[in-house]
């Protein structure tokens, strides 16, 4: 049995250590086989050393936690802990995710006149808002609001653009927010609401939504900013082009 920790090198002169891979008997091996190879990665001149625990060796973190490492992230079953080791450097390990995305459609019917609008079963206020939530991971922006327009009211609807953005600092779970508003054409008209999440779902005169007092004025700016976009043909469209290094699928959007 190897007496240190093989990990993954990746490009940055790092080490990853997942320790479903590279188990250890008991936690005086998983010690003295971290210290080895601390010694080791530091005469090799290594940079950041990551350990994915997964909760099956949750007994590793406190000895990684007295040995310099930090919890970076946890995700599911695994938390991730980092320790940068030179000590000349500053440390270039990048924080956590901190931006929730979230999407909202704007549909309106051909002519513009009436909107689809939803009121939530679980609020603080009354308010009737545009379909939308929260991109699920590896999610593009314009299919999460397709999804949950179509979760939320039954509506299919395809992608005509985007409109515009709002960033919020210090929202949910201490993040900040992104909300992207897209203007989808609905495909049918036929509403059946989500009964879980959503208490009512109408085509909304668009004239009743910029004068219903329970609409917030964000949202009727938003239909405003939309209907403008039409008018003009001035909205942001989307291509999907690929990485030039990973050849992974990217959505550019730009106008």
Not at 137 to 142: L, S, T, Y
Not at 147 to 154: A, H, K, P, Q
């Amino acid at each position: 049995m190897s007496t240190l920790f093989s990990g993954e090198d990746d490009i940055h002169h790092g080490v990853t250590i997942n320790s479903v891979n590279e188990p250890c008997s008991d936690i005086n091996e998983f010690t003295e086989k971290l210290k080895a190879s601390l010694d080791k990665w530091e005469q090799n001149r290594r940079r950041a050393i990551w350990f994915k625990v997964n909760i099956s060796q949750v007994q590793w973190i406190p000895v990684l936690a007295e040995h310099g490492f930090r919890i970076h992230n946890g995700v599911g079953d695994v938390i991730t802990m980092v320790r940068w080791l030179p000590k000349e450097e500053t440390s270039r390990v990048p924080v956590y995710a901190h931006t929730m995305v979230g999407t909202g459609a704007v549909v309106l019917t051909s002519d513009g006149s009436k909107l689809l609008t939803v009121k939530e079963r679980y609020r603080q206020l009354p308010y009737w808002k545009l379909p939308g939530g929260y991109v699920e991971p590896h999610e593009d922006i314009a299919e999460a609001a397709i999804r949950e327009v179509l979760e939320e009211t039954n509506i299919r609807t395809e992608f005509e653009g985007l409109v515009t953005f709002r960033h919020s600092l210090k929202a949910v779970f201490s993040c900040s927010d992104i909300y992207f508003i897209v203007c989808l054409k609905p495909l049918n008209f036929n509403i059946i609401k989500q009964k879980e999440e959503v208490e009512e779902v109408v085509w909304m005169d668009v004239s009743e939504f910029f004068h219903h007092p329970q609409v917030h004025e964000m949202n009727k700016n938003i239909v405003r900013k939309c209907l403008q976009a039409r008018k003009n043909g001035s909205r942001i469209t989307k291509e999907v082009m690929l990485h030039p290094i990973t050849g992974i699928p990217q959505a550019i959007y730009s106008i």
